[in-house]
């Protein structure tokens, strides 16, 4: 499977800034995607990150709030936008390699945020 | 109704038990079905992609019932280290590939 990696792993901010979460694939990829996890809750898709176009966000998700960039088969970039307490969360990115037709999904390290 | 409900946790089991997780899920048009794992803190990890004729790997074993929409997973003869949390994780397909996940089952392994 692809090596992922995310940067930051983790953050403290404070209400009403912004950060940016970068994952880097080692190798090309297919489909890359933003997911959220909420604190003792299971994983839920924020939207798909589409390589040189919009990205496609879920019910619920907004690209006001959560701008996503592609710019190429490796990389994508999620910003947190005017943070609040309700978006501390752990953000993982994941990627589908292509390799296998059962799109088997990966996930990065994810990045640990904490609103305060 | 949840899209993928799972077995409520936590599990509590000596070493050497066989134990089984039970997940349902409400789309009848759903492709690819997965057992991830993940542990305290850490990312999903992908155990086991589940297949229509049912598959094994090692200890091991999930199963499909698609006319049930049902899926199982089996560990047999489990581990210290099988303590994580196991989550039934449904792929519609036609979405390309959005994943929609369970709550999770915890399972802790007792020495």
């Known amino acids: 499977s692809a090596v992922i990696s995310q940067k930051p792993s983790r953050d403290i901010c404070q209400r009403g800034t912004s950060l940016t979460i970068q994952c880097q694939v080692d190798?090309?990829?297919?489909?890359m995607f933003w997911y959220r996890q909420q604190p003792g809750q299971s994983l839920t898709l924020i939207a798909t990150?589409?390589?040189?176009?919009?990205?496609?966000?879920e019910s619920g998700f907004v690209i006001d709030k959560f701008p996503i960039s592609r710019p190429n088969l490796t990389f994508s970039t999620l910003t947190v936008s005017n943070m609040s307490p309700e978006d501390s969360s752990i953000y993982l990115c994941?990627?589908?390699?292509?390799?296998?037709?059962?799109?088997?999904?990966?996930f990065g390290p994810g990045t640990r945020l904490t609103v305060l | 109704r949840k899209e993928v409900e799972q077995d409520p946790g936590p599990f509590n089991v000596p070493e050497g038990a066989t134990v089984a997780f039970n997940c349902t899920y409400s789309?009848?048009?759903?492709?690819?079905f997965f057992w991830y794992r993940q542990d305290c803190r850490k990312e999903p990890k992908l155990l086991m992609s589940v297949y229509s004729s049912g598959n094994e790997d090692g200890r091991f074993t999930a199963q499909l019932n698609r006319a049930s929409q049902y899926i199982s997973l089996l560990i047999r003869d489990s581990k210290l280290s099988d303590s994580a949390t196991y989550l039934c994780?449904?792929?519609?397909?036609?979405?390309?590939?959005?994943?929609?996940f369970g709550q999770g089952t915890e399972l802790s392994v007792k020495p």
């Open positions: 994941s990627v589908v390699t292509g390799t296998r037709s059962y799109n088997e999904q990966f």
């Open positions: 789309n009848s048009a759903s492709q690819s």
């Open positions: 990150a589409n390589q040189g176009s919009e990205a496609t966000y």
């Open positions: 190798s090309q990829v297919t489909m």
């Open positions: 994780v449904v792929n519609l397909g036609s979405q390309g590939g959005k994943l929609i």
